[in-house]
């Protein structure tokens, strides 16, 4: 190869390194530097969204608080258990009920009432026994049924 189909060749291999190298090396340093983010999401971390913070702050200060984030996706919070009970992010929660909300049967409705007027008209030692079936009447009386819109699946 000589002549003018190296200087082709070397003219392409230029642009290429001058404009495709920048982008893929930024795509990747990037994508690189979210992985905490995507971990902690999977993981349904609590304390997620402060991965998430230090993820960004990371890009902004050349990847040194990156292992940190990654560390800290990776761990497990039991401090924040004991504060706060739960070690999972909210979100998880939030999708669970959704996914598992009952659609509760007439009959299922019918047993709560009966078990209500029951335990109305004796003398309710357990009044928490009471509270908790009334809760829950009012729990399946909110939730949505398939007649009013909603497909089962």
């Known amino acids: 190869m000589t002549g003018p189909m190296v200087d082709t060749a070397a003219d392409y291999l230029a642009i290429f390194a001058i404009i495709v190298v920048p982008i893929a090396g930024i795509y990747v340093f990037w994508k690189l530097h979210i992985l905490p983010e995507k971990i902690a999401e999977k993981r349904h971390h609590p304390q997620k969204d402060a991965i998430r913070t230090l993820c960004i702050l990371s890009l902004?200060?050349?990847?040194?608080?990156?292992?940190?984030?990654?560390?800290?996706?990776?761990?497990?919070?039991?401090?924040?258990?004991?504060?706060?009970?739960?070690d999972k992010h909210e979100d998880y929660y939030k999708a669970m009920r959704e996914t598992s909300a009952p659609n509760p049967s007439t009959e299922d409705l019918a047993r709560?009432?009966?078990?209500?007027?029951?335990?109305?008209?004796?003398?309710?030692?357990?009044?928490?026994?009471?509270?908790?079936?009334?809760?829950?009447?009012?729990?399946?009386?909110?939730?949505?049924?398939?007649?009013?819109?909603?497909?089962?699946?």
Not at 116 to 128: C, G, R
Request: glycine share 6%.
């Open 60 to 86: 902004f200060f050349g990847g040194l608080l990156w292992p940190i984030a990654w560390l800290w996706a990776y761990t497990k919070p039991t401090l924040y258990k004991l504060a706060y009970g739960t």
């Open 112 to 153: 709560l009432r009966i078990s209500i007027a029951q335990l109305s008209e004796k003398i309710v030692t357990d009044a928490a026994n009471l509270e908790t079936l009334r809760k829950e009447l009012t729990r399946l009386e909110s939730a949505p049924t398939p007649a009013q819109g909603q497909e089962t699946t």
